[in-house]
Structures are given as C-alpha cells and as structure tokens.
C-alpha cells in the first residue's frame, strides 16, 4: 500500500512562503509522476503543479512564478515538494500530493490546469494552508 505523508502546512500572511513536503513511501512505480493539488472550502479540488520523474513540470496559471515544484528520491522514501512564496488569501486551501503511474503521466501533467482527471492513484491526507491578508 502507497503512503504519502503532506506536511510544512501553516499560518502565514500575504506574501509570506511556505515549503510543503510530501513523503512518499511503499510504491513500486518505476516510472511515475506526483503532484499538489488544493482545496478550498465550497470549491472543487485543483490541481496546482506536477512533475515526472524526467523533471518535466506543470503550474496553474495562477500560482506560475510563485511556486516551485521538486521531487528527490532516495533508497527508502520519494520526497515531492512545493516551494511557495508570495502567498496570496486565495492560496488558501487544503493541499494534497498525489502520486500516477508513468504510463499516464504525459496526460495527467497537461491536464493539470484543467481537471485533476483519475489518474492519480494514490493521495495523502492533506495540509492545511492559511493565508491572511
């Protein structure tokens, strides 16, 4: 069973940065891509950036140039991050990494400002990210 872990989530004012870490654990993908996706109270799960394990990336429109997406990989865990800054009210949400099998990265990854779509197949439980202005 795929387990992936979300944390750096937090409080912080307009402007503000935060780093998201998402830890992944117990997959046997050998090819695969992961992303963030978010979730605002009352609207629909978004998704926010994705990456393959080529390093090939993918940003909403509305968070290109703020925040960065890395993925690193050791011998015991895969760990996806998401660098954020300039952080707006709006970037308030629940945010959730989510993990595909390579055979369907290429459409997942295009997909991303459009639809979150089925192919993630396995997602962590979420953080909670709060922006005041």
């Known amino acids: 069973q795929v387990h992936l872990i979300e944390s750096g989530g937090g409080s912080v004012q307009a402007g503000g940065s935060l780093r998201l870490s998402c830890a992944a654990s117990?997959?046997?993908?050998?090819?695969?891509?992961m992303g963030w996706f978010r979730q605002a109270p009352g609207k629909e799960r978004e998704g926010v950036a994705a990456?393959?394990?080529?390093?090939?990336?993918?940003?909403a429109d509305s968070v290109k140039g703020r925040f960065t997406i890395t993925m690193s990989k050791d011998s015991a865990q895969n760990t996806l991050s998401l660098q954020m800054t300039s952080l707006k009210p709006e970037d308030t949400a629940m945010y959730y990494c989510?993990?595909?099998?390579?055979?369907?990265?290429?459409?997942?990854?295009?997909?991303?400002?459009?639809?979150?779509?089925?192919?993630?197949?396995?997602w962590g439980p979420g953080t909670q990210v709060n922006v005041s202005s």
């Open positions: 989510a993990i595909a099998p390579g055979n369907v990265c290429m459409t997942a990854i295009q997909a991303l400002g459009r639809m979150v779509g089925p192919w993630y197949k396995y």
């Open positions: 117990e997959f046997t993908y050998n090819n695969y891509c």
């Open positions: 990456i393959d394990i080529n390093g090939r990336t993918n940003y």
